[in-house]
T-cell receptor, first 117, second 113 residues
């Protein structure tokens, strides 16, 4: 079974600054995907960024980038130029990529990020 | 596309009553997931369907919970009888194929009093 750990229950950042959210995971799989989802107060779950484990290059989506360290099983999210709209819960998630059986997303407990004006 | 549609958005019911949550996945998606979110346990998978067939229901808490997917465009999650500890936000998500992005509905906030 896979586990995902987010060690920072809450974080805050000043508007326009940079913040990094941590995520570690445990798996015996070699092929998998990692995701960061954002859940604003509206409750909607929104995909922020996705990383394929076989890719060495870190994924980037505008102000969002990841630092993927496969050997260390670490997958952190960096938010640059933080905006008030980035205030939300952020969930790290794991999904296996091959083999039979379930392809569920396994989520961490989340990090509550507050962007301060 | 309207995205994943869940109904109702909010449900308040009395203990012992039957509750049915509904989900319409994105057209063309062949995987459907039901998740439950609580403060204590976070996001937990309840059940996963692929091509309308339940693949993994190991997360269904007990016999009071049942889920169906009679066709590719509709799924239900039923709780009978409901208990206060079932109070949570229930999400439905769908995806196209394996290992692709899962799109979530707005969730149903269930309160059992």
């Amino acid at each position: 079974a896979q586990t995902v750990t987010q060690s920072q229950p809450e974080m805050s950042v000043q508007e326009a600054e940079t913040v990094t959210l941590s995520c570690t995971y445990d798996t015996s799989e070699n092929n998998y995907y990692l995701f960061w989802y954002k859940q604003p107060p509206s409750r909607q779950m929104i995909l922020v960024i996705r990383q394929e484990a076989y890719k060495q290059q870190n994924a980037t989506e505008n102000r969002f980038s990841v630092n993927f360290q496969k050997a260390a099983k670490s997958f952190s999210l960096k938010i640059s130029d933080s905006q008030l709209g980035d205030t939300a819960m952020y969930f790290c998630a794991f999904m296996r990529a091959s083999g039979a059986g379930s392809y569920q997303l396994t989520f961490g407990k989340g990090t509550k990020l507050s962007v301060i004006p | 596309d309207a995205g994943v549609i869940q109904s109702p958005r909010h449900e308040v019911t009395e203990m012992g009553q039957e509750v049915t949550l509904r989900c319409k996945p994105i057209s063309g998606h062949n995987s459907l997931f039901w998740y439950r979110q609580t403060m204590m346990r976070g996001l937990e998978l309840l059940i996963y369907f692929n091509n309308n067939v339940p693949i993994d229901d190991s997360g269904m808490p007990e016999d009071r919970f049942s889920a169906k997917m009679p066709n590719a465009s509709f799924s239900t999650l039923k709780i009978q009888p409901s208990e206060p500890r079932d109070s949570a936000v229930y999400f439905c998500a769908s995806s196209l194929g394996r290992s692709t992005e899962a799109f979530f509905g707005q969730g149903t906030r269930l309160t059992v009093v």
